[in-house]
């Protein structure tokens, strides 16, 4: 048999078999955007391919998700509660920290032995300080869904001397962890050229997690952002945007669906005098489709990205897309003045006027809506898991070898 029929009855073989893969990631009860990501290719892996798919989490109750997830699809809870430590302090929770970590390697450690992944798949979370040296046979990959200056900073003006210093070692000991993966996966081309130190970088963008393609009514004078209430998502900006273009689009509203607590922008509404009847700041939701479809226009006003799939998910509804041109993420997806409006970062007058613009020409609106839809096909489910699989089995064909 030639050297090329072995090769085509190898790759084959690769592609019929049914891997077990393991997901590492902190939770699945909240409303974020890995939480989704996770869940809707864990879901895609189960049913359509037939993997064998268990998602290990440290947090939250039970096996409660926030989205939907397969019953083919195995939740284990470990307990560990990090989340216990967000409001002690810095030395305190160092303490702590070391202690729950310890607890935490040692019961991964246990599961992965028994269930014996082909794959494991860390969110690049607290087991990738450890998980390099699980010896449980799988092959390792790490997948990254925030920009790498925003990947365990710490925040602007932070003068406390320790933690600094910590945060120093821990940047340089990341990217030794990062080498040693099989793969390391982010999510952007823009992302990849942020790691010249490794060789084993890939993109693979987040899939498409609603079902989408449809266009929305245009015609609706409502404005939508879909996102967190923390400071990089940039809600306190949008909040001063909005404060001009009220005044400018009396019949329009404002629709801010967000994870998180929404206190301090209620304030900000307050001092900016923001017609209340007119600006809602809502919790998040499960079914975000529907409220796109009832929407003319997404706001994206992110001071970071690491990907921006709300982005997608809004143009796949059919909505242009006004973003800040943030690192990485929006400027991967959007094409300025073709399927949305790019703005220099914290411009809020231009903002401003790109929102009053699409607001004043309904054509506009239904063009780029349009173009964005074809857009958006691209990031189909289909599409991004045969990425994820053609991976799969040119990783495990390398480690059987």
Request: hydrophobic share 35%; net charge positive; with cysteine.
């Amino acid at each position: 048999m030639s050297t090329f029929a072995i090769k085509n009855r190898c790759n084959q073989f690769m592609s019929d078999k049914k891997y077990k893969i393991c997901y590492c990631t902190p939770a699945l009860y909240s409303a974020g955007g890995v939480e989704r990501v996770v869940t809707t290719k864990a879901n895609y892996f189960a049913e359509h391919f037939g993997y064998e798919v268990t998602i290990i989490v440290t947090e939250g109750n039970g096996d409660h998700s926030f989205f939907h997830l397969s019953k083919k699809v195995e939740v284990i809870n470990l307990g560990i509660a990090f989340e216990d430590l967000w409001k002690k302090s810095f030395l305190k929770k160092l303490l702590l920290y070391s202690k729950k970590q310890r607890r935490y390697k040692k019961l991964l450690k246990r599961e992965l032995l028994r269930i014996k992944p082909d794959i494991t798949i860390s969110t690049l979370r607290r087991e990738i300080n450890f998980i390099n040296d699980i010896q449980d046979g799988s092959v390792k990959i790490g997948e990254l869904h925030l920009s790498r200056s925003n990947y365990r900073g710490i925040e602007d003006g932070e003068s406390f001397f320790l933690k600094r210093l910590f945060s120093k070692w821990w940047k340089r000991d990341i990217v030794f962890q990062l080498k040693r993966l099989d793969k390391f996966i982010v999510l952007t081309d823009c992302a990849v050229s942020d790691w010249p130190e490794l060789n084993n970088v890939r993109m693979i963008p987040d899939p498409l997690p609603i079902e989408g393609f449809r266009k929305n009514s245009s015609d609706l004078k409502r404005i939508i952002s879909v996102g967190r209430y923390s400071y990089e998502k940039g809600y306190d900006l949008l909040l001063r945007i909005w404060s001009i273009v009220e005044k400018e689009c009396p019949d329009w509203q404002l629709d801010i669906y967000g994870m998180g607590d929404p206190t301090p922008y209620v304030k900000m509404m307050d001092d900016l005098s923001i017609d209340q009847r007119r600006c809602h700041l809502r919790s998040s939701l499960v079914d975000v489709e529907s409220e796109y479809l009832m929407s003319s226009i997404f706001v994206h006003p992110s001071r970071s990205e690491g990907f921006g799939l709300v982005i997608v998910e809004a143009m796949a509804c059919s909505l242009p897309v006004v973003s800040f041109d943030c690192e990485n993420g929006p400027r991967s997806i959007i094409t300025n003045g073709v399927d949305g409006f790019l703005v220099p970062p914290f411009n809020i007058r231009y903002f401003a006027d790109r929102i009053i613009m699409l607001t004043r020409d309904e054509n506009l609106r239904k063009q780029m809506g349009e173009k964005g839809l074809l857009k958006s096909q691209q990031y189909g489910i289909e599409k991004i898991a045969m990425q994820w699989k053609t991976l799969f089995d040119d990783l495990m064909q390398n480690h059987e070898v």
